[in-house]
């Protein structure tokens, strides 16, 4: 049995500063959300769940939530279906121009958002195609910020990956669809699962592409969130970011139960 090396000393606690200050900003939304006071401050005047009550009264921040989720939904299906394919392709084929074209695939993670956002604003302006301000021309910069996501853990589960297994399947008669219903979705369903559930967090929290191309009569909790509080710090923001907080660690815990970190951990998004 091989023996794990000690983590040296300046590392762990690197590792535990990097820790405090990822989940610093967690603790004082939660806290501020459950503020007791009338105005949105840190630390808390009391602890009190009237603004989780006002969140689920707002006419502002819960269509915004629902609208979010929907929109979160529909991309991680369209994200999920695409990067697959997308990644299947990549991984099983030889072709001219390979790299270049994952390269393509994976340019969403290298673009700043807000280049990204304003860049298929134009598209859209000068397409013709009616995208503009709609759901589906919203629904399509999502795909194209969270599909990367997908390609990567796609790829990883595909790492190592046997192909005489689908052989001697198509061997023994299976054809294309059973063999990849039996042998190749049970070895890329990890990755699927983890790809389907990032995406679904980062379209949930996107706000650059959205901020270009939502329509007039909605808006995604990003946009709400940042609309409210450019002139008012209305406590009721924070408690919808506890919502959007338990959405991300309820998220997590399934990427956690049904793939395998480690495997993800070393995905190679380039």
Same mark, same amino acid.
């Given at each position: 049995?091989?023996?794990?090396?000690?983590?040296?000393?300046?590392?762990?606690?690197?590792?535990?500063? @990097?820790?405090?200050? &990822?989940?610093?900003?967690?603790?004082?939304? +939660?806290?501020?959300?459950?503020?007791?006071?009338?105005? &949105?401050?840190?630390?808390?005047?009391?602890?009190?769940?009237?603004?989780?009550?006002?969140?689920?009264? @707002?006419?502002?921040?819960?269509?915004? *939530?629902?609208?979010?989720?929907? /929109?979160?939904?529909?991309?991680?299906?369209?994200?999920?279906? &695409?990067?697959?394919?997308?990644?299947?392709?990549?991984?099983?084929?030889?072709?001219?121009?390979?790299?270049?074209?994952?390269?393509?695939?994976?340019?969403?993670?290298?673009?700043?958002?807000?280049?990204?956002?304003?860049?298929? %604003?134009?598209? *859209?302006?000068?397409?013709?195609?009616?995208?503009?301000?709609?759901?589906?021309?919203?629904?399509?910069?999502?795909? /194209?910020?969270?599909?990367? %996501?997908?390609?990567?853990?796609?790829?990883?589960?595909?790492?190592?990956?046997?192909?005489?297994?689908?052989?001697?399947? =198509?061997?023994?008669?299976?054809?294309?669809?059973?063999?990849? =219903?039996?042998?190749?979705?049970? +070895?890329?369903?990890?990755?699927?699962?983890?790809? @389907?559930?990032?995406?679904?967090?980062?379209?949930?929290?996107?706000?650059?592409? @959205?901020?270009?191309?939502?329509?007039?009569? %909605?808006?995604?909790?990003?946009?709400?969130?940042?609309?409210?509080?450019? *002139?008012?710090?209305?406590?009721?923001?924070?408690?919808?970011?506890?919502?959007?907080?338990?959405?991300?660690?309820?998220?997590?815990? +399934?990427?956690?139960?049904?793939?395998?970190?480690?495997?993800?951990?070393?995905?190679?998004?380039?």
């Amino acid at each position: 049995m091989r023996r794990e090396r000690p983590v040296p000393l300046i590392m762990s606690a690197l590792a535990m500063v @990097s820790l405090v200050l &990822l989940l610093a900003p967690v603790v004082v939304v +939660i806290l501020a959300g459950l503020n007791a006071g009338d105005h &949105l401050t840190f630390p808390p005047d009391g602890l009190s769940l009237r603004w989780v009550v006002a969140f689920f009264q @707002s006419g502002a921040f819960l269509p915004a *939530y629902l609208f979010s989720l929907v /929109l979160a939904v529909c991309t991680m299906f369209f994200s999920t279906t &695409l990067g697959t394919t997308i990644a299947l392709v990549l991984a099983r084929n030889e072709f001219p121009g390979k790299q270049m074209a994952r390269a393509f695939f994976m340019a969403p993670l290298m673009l700043p958002g807000i280049v990204l956002g304003l860049a298929l %604003y134009l598209f *859209y302006l000068s397409s013709g195609l009616g995208l503009i301000r709609t759901m589906p021309g919203l629904v399509i910069g999502h795909v /194209l910020v969270t599909c990367p %996501y997908v390609i990567g853990t796609v790829n990883a589960s595909l790492v190592g990956f046997d192909k005489s297994f689908e052989e001697a399947a =198509r061997s023994l008669g299976a054809g294309p669809i059973k063999t990849f =219903r039996a042998i190749t979705l049970p +070895i890329i369903s990890p990755g699927i699962i983890a790809g @389907s559930v990032f995406s679904f967090i980062v379209s949930f929290g996107q706000f650059d592409v @959205s901020l270009f191309l939502t329509p007039p009569d %909605y808006n995604p909790l990003p946009i709400a969130l940042y609309s409210s509080l450019r *002139y008012t710090f209305e406590p009721t923001a924070a408690a919808a970011g506890i919502f959007a907080i338990f959405l991300v660690v309820v998220s997590m815990l +399934i990427t956690a139960r049904f793939t395998n970190l480690r495997k993800l951990a070393n995905v190679n998004f380039s």
